[in-house]
């Protein structure tokens, strides 16, 4: 295998999950609207940003809305979701992924996050991992989001690395995309385990510690 030094991890639904807040607050803004909202459309908004999302649910909009009123409407959704999102502590980081992290880094490997979220910061923070990665490159200083390879090739520039020597982390398709767009190899779970653009397709989070050695 090659030689990797660095890992770029994307973050809900692998460091962490906050499906179920992402999805519970857009429903409130849907149900507002009255535009019809499920799992089904709530699956095709992971690692995608929040304009996009936005645009994403507005498609079964019986009306159209001007962008100032689709920016209050994404003001709105992250308002009911930080609420979510300071309901979480310690605990709601697995041992598993505590115990992964420590071992790679352990191993010599500079660990990096790589997301779409602009609540990046604030769910680290939530979590425990505040201080913990080496970098993080979020949607706050980004320009173009998943599956555009931007944040990637952020966080591997922050750690100072070449892609050819970092892997990503993803459990969204748009995420497994970017990653093979920016010269990454991918390690894929979850939602997008099966993707075949993935070179690595985890069952768990610890089989990392099988990949790199
Ligand atoms: P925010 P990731 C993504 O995070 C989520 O998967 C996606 O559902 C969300 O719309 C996006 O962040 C933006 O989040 O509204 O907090 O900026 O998977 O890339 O870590
Ligand atoms: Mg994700």
């Known amino acids: 295998m090659k030689n990797y030094q660095g890992i770029v991890f994307d973050l809900d639904g692998v460091i962490c ?5 992402h999805y519970l607050a857009w429903k409130k803004l849907a149900d507002r609207l009255g535009i019809p909202f499920d799992e089904q459309v709530n699956n095709r908004l992971r690692g995608v940003s929040r304009m996009d999302s936005l645009e994403i649910i507005l498609e079964k909009s019986p009306r159209t809305y001007t962008q100032e009123e689709k920016e209050k409407f ?21 041992v598993e992924v505590r115990d992964t992290l420590d071992t790679l880094r352990f191993r010599g490997y500079l660990l990096a996050i790589g997301s779409s979220s602009k609540n990046t910061p604030f769910i680290l923070e939530r979590i425990g991992l505040g201080n913990y990665f080496d970098a993080v490159s979020d949607g706050n200083n980004i320009s173009h989001s998943k599956p555009d390879p931007e944040v990637f090739l952020k966080g591997a520039e922050m750690i100072g690395l070449d892609p050819e020597v970092c892997a990503v982390v993803e459990d969204a398709h748009a995420g497994v995309e970017g990653a093979v767009r920016g010269g990454f190899a991918c390690a894929a779970m979850g939602d997008a385990r099966d993707d075949p653009r993935a070179q690595w397709h985890l069952n768990s989070f610890s089989d990392l510690k099988d990949i790199f050695l």
């Open 74 to 94: 994404a003001e709105e959704k992250n308002a009911a979701y930080r609420e979510l999102l300071g309901e979480m502590s310690p605990a709601d980081l697995s």
């Open 17 to 21: 999950s906050t499906d179920r807040f």
